[in-house]
T-cell receptor, first 118, second 113 residues
């Protein structure tokens, strides 16, 4: 099946620093990638939709200037948490999708990145 | 707006017992429906998906789900629980060309020996 990787798997940083998380589709080209965050014991919350070569579409309530998303190629999307604060500590998960007309909306998920901001 | 509701945030069964995890969706148009499993500190793994081809969908690890339009439900079942099934389970619905998935709240499955 399709494989999606994330790097790093775990990161600890000081408050005020920026952190970049990479999401890669390893064996397919992803026209769309999605970024989620998940708080402990909670469901996934969609943050933004990233289409290759265009600006990301952010969900309501998500600060686009704080969570910078770049989807420079069909196999790589990055999420940068700028000026991170302790409340940004969370589990960030990306997913990738190949859009084909008439095909279901299956997404392939990465293993997640645990961000801890001290 | 579309929504997904999972009844029961926590389900506990004995090893070997039937597993039933409930999911209801709210949509005027039957969506694509998915069940995912998540183990601690890991991403989501697809168990099965409904894409209108068949109402009874068989997935991995012995799980299956039945799409019932009249009940707007897509409950997940497994005849006999294993200890390794203990995890978090998410039901999700997707529709349209956006590719977005709407997730339910999740159900923690506990399997007792």
């Amino acid at each position: 099946g399709a494989v999606v990787s994330q790097h790093p798997s775990r990161v600890i940083c000081k408050s005020g620093t920026s952190v970049k998380i990479e999401c890669r589709s390893l064996d397919f080209q992803a026209t769309t990638m999605f970024w989620y965050r998940q708080f402990p014991k909670q469901s996934l919350m969609l943050m933004a939709t990233s289409n290759e070569g265009s600006k990301a579409t952010y969900e309501q309530g998500v600060e686009k200037d704080k969570f910078l998303i770049n989807h420079a190629s069909l196999t790589l999307s990055t999420l940068t948490v700028t000026s991170a604060h302790p409340e940004d500590s969370s589990f960030y998960i990306c997913s990738a999708r190949v859009w084909l007309a008439g095909v279901d909306n299956e997404q392939f998920f990465g293993p997640g990145t645990r961000l801890t901001v001290l | 707006a579309q929504s997904v509701t999972q009844l029961g945030s926590h389900v506990s069964v004995s090893e070997g017992a039937l597993v039933l995890l409930r999911c209801n969706y709210s949509s005027s148009v039957p969506p694509y429906l998915f069940w995912y499993v998540q183990y601690p500190n890991q991403g989501l793994q697809l168990l099965l998906k409904y894409t209108s081809a068949a109402t009874l969908v068989k997935g991995i690890n012995g799980f299956e789900a039945e799409f019932k339009k009249s009940e707007t439900s897509f409950h997940l079942t497994k005849p006999s629980a294993h200890m390794s099934d203990a995890a978090e389970y998410f039901c999700a619905a997707g529709s349209g060309n956006t590719g977005k998935l709407i997730f339910g709240q999740g159900t923690t499955l506990q399997v007792k020996p």
